[in-house]
């Protein structure tokens, strides 16, 4: 069922069971299924409270009820239908890849793990400090690309140091990751507030509109007795 469909349901199912034919009030609560932030119980209520007005006396809570299982059954049907495409086009990646390496012309960069290669200068500012704080030149090596490097024992104190880690740039990504967690949250709960307010603002409009067609139409009652 796609949104179209569901318009067209709700929009049925507000007029056979409740005599409601006023689109706004399909398109209101057609929002309030869709508002994330809030919680199922204060949903219901919501839309229990906002049909009331309407139904004139009519029971609402099993046609909410009804309206609230088609929703949840119409969103889990989207989200396995883009789980499934989300899955077809990450095995079709693969197959490309996978054809890709086998003709020899992957793109896929080659990556080494571990420790990324020092440069030059970092090389040197190495030597110093390791000259500085006592380490003992240990032997003379060369590289796999050919060059020459310097491995140093351990100080004598026995404490030892990561010299490496020490001149290489601090990796704040833990650090990041969890500014932008915090963000999430101060704005999720911003939004929740906001959509809290707007919600209660549709739903007082609805009930004025209500109790205005109300009261034209014990207007139109009054006149027609005098008459």
């Not at 949104?3 to 006023?22: N, P």
């Not at 390791?130 to 090596?141: R, S, T």
């Not at 140091?161 to 990041?176: F, Q």
Request: proline residues 1%.
């Amino acid at each position: 069922m796609d949104s179209a469909e569901w318009d067209a349901w709700l929009a049925g199912k507000l007029d056979r069971e409740l005599g409601i034919a006023d689109e706004t009030f399909a398109e209101y609560i057609t929002q309030l299924c869709s508002e994330d932030t809030m919680e199922a119980d204060e949903r219901r209520e919501v839309i229990v409270e906002f049909l009331n007005e309407a139904a004139e006396g009519k029971p609402v809570e099993t046609v909410v009820e009804e309206i609230l299982v088609k929703y949840s059954e119409m969103r889990d049907a989207a989200a396995a239908k883009e789980i499934e495409e989300k899955v077809r086009l990450r095995d079709a990646a693969k197959q490309k890849e996978l054809e890709a390496l086998q003709s020899g012309t992957s793109s896929t960069p080659d990556t080494r793990a571990g420790k990324r290669a020092l440069t030059t200068e970092e090389k040197l500012a190495r030597e110093r400090v390791l000259a500085q704080y006592g380490y003992e030149e240990d032997e003379v090596v060369e590289t796999e690309n050919g060059e020459v490097e310097f491995v140093y024992k351990g100080k004598n104190d026995g404490k030892g140091a990561d010299i490496d880690s020490a001149l290489l740039p601090k990796n704040d990504n833990a650090e990041r990751v969890k500014a932008e967690e915090q963000a999430k949250k101060a704005k999720a709960a911003a939004e929740h507030a906001k959509n809290v307010q707007r919600n209660k603002e549709l739903l007082e409009k609805q009930k004025q509109k209500v109790e205005k067609e109300k009261e034209k139409k014990r207007t139109q009652k009054k006149e027609k007795r005098r008459m």
